[in-house]
């Protein structure tokens, strides 16, 4: 079936044509090179939230998590205790998953020594693919975030199989994946 986009462009088909929030993170910032570590790590926390959901139930709710989460400022996260655990696991507005919630906070911490370590967490991410866009498509994972996601593992992340990070590559522009036909998509 083919699928009708208000405005005539053919976009990648996991983009529902229904949802504007999608379309417009589809157009604006999805496959888009990122170096801010302030948006690098939202993006980190979210594509966590994110396992065994849509990404489209994240990015619908995604302001409520920035409301949740103070705007994604990593040292207020890193200082989250159990309190602030409790109040978020009894927010409705976000995913109340409890494992997920203290994941964020743990990854936080784990983010912050990789800004310590590095400089800032775009050096260490970017590191990876000696500072390239890599273009490629119809995969879900590759050796690259399986490295990734290993050394994020081993440094104590949680939530950072090689499916995650393979998608929030693909979000922070590390990897570019518009498909064939989209409008967006770009040939090397």
Excluded at 27 to 43: A, Q, S, V
Excluded at 104 to 113: R, S
Excluded at 121 to 141: K, Q
Aim: charged share 30%; hydrophobic share 35%.
């Amino acid at each position: 079936m083919e699928i009708k986009w208000k405005d005539g462009r053919i976009r990648c088909k996991w983009a529902n044509p229904s949802n504007d929030i999608y379309l417009r993170y589809h157009d604006e910032e999805w496959g888009i090179p990122i170096y801010d570590d302030h948006k690098l790590f939202e993006m980190l926390i979210l594509e966590c939230f994110q396992a065994g959901l849509s990404w489209e139930c994240i990015l619908n709710k995604r302001e409520a998590f920035r409301v949740a989460f103070d705007e994604f400022e990593l040292e207020k996260v890193c200082a989250y205790g159990d309190k602030k655990i409790e109040e978020l696991c009894e927010d409705k507005e976000i995913i109340r998953n409890r494992l997920k919630i203290k994941a964020a906070v743990n990854n936080a911490n784990v983010f912050q020594e990789i800004c310590r370590e590095y400089g800032n967490f775009s050096n260490y991410l970017w590191n990876w693919t000696g500072e390239r866009v890599i273009y490629e498509n119809d995969v879900i994972s590759s050796p690259i975030s399986d490295s990734v996601s290993k050394d994020l593992k081993k440094r104590g992340m949680k939530f950072v199989g090689t499916i995650i990070i393979y998608s929030y590559m693909q979000a922070v522009g590390v990897i570019y994946s518009h498909e064939k036909d989209c409008f967006l998509e770009h040939i090397e």
